[in-house]
């Protein structure tokens, strides 16, 4: 499956952006998705995950009740919705689709195929 995220932008803290990753290829909707980031000089980290279905949602704690991920299978796209942005969230962020039968949704190596990245820069 091939990825490309869109949506990344500069916005002011407190501000709001949303990220939408399109995926081509068939059978999308048997993939868990998530979003990292990689802000610049640290490792890439998990955001947010969702199941294949969209019933579970999964966040790193420091975005819990400001991002919201969600998918639309019948659109072949996943959509990281980011509100009350912080300067410590700028990033390049990835779009990722997790190998169907594994077992974590936390960890990038558990993901088979990313999007290219989309840069989020917040300014204080």
């Known amino acids: 499956v091939q990825l490309q995220g869109v949506g990344g932008g500069l916005v002011q803290a407190g501000g709001s952006l949303r990220l939408s990753c399109a995926a081509l290829?068939?059978?999308?909707?048997?993939?868990?998705m998530g979003w990292f980031r990689q802000a610049p000089g640290k490792e890439r980290e998990f955001v947010a995950a969702?199941?294949?279905?969209?019933?579970?949602?999964y966040y790193e704690d420091s975005v819990k009740g400001r991002f919201t991920i969600s998918r639309d299978n019948a659109k072949n796209t996943v959509v990281l919705q980011m509100n009350t942005l912080k300067p410590e969230d700028t990033a390049v962020y990835y779009c990722?689709?997790?190998?169907?039968?594994?077992?974590?949704?936390?960890?990038?190596?558990?993901?088979?195929?990313w999007g290219q990245g989309t840069l989020v820069t917040v300014s204080s």
């Open positions: 969702i199941s294949s279905s969209g019933s579970r949602q």
């Open positions: 990722a689709a997790r190998h169907i039968y594994s077992g974590s949704y936390y960890s990038s190596g558990e993901y088979g195929y």
């Open positions: 290829g068939r059978a999308f909707s048997s993939y868990p």
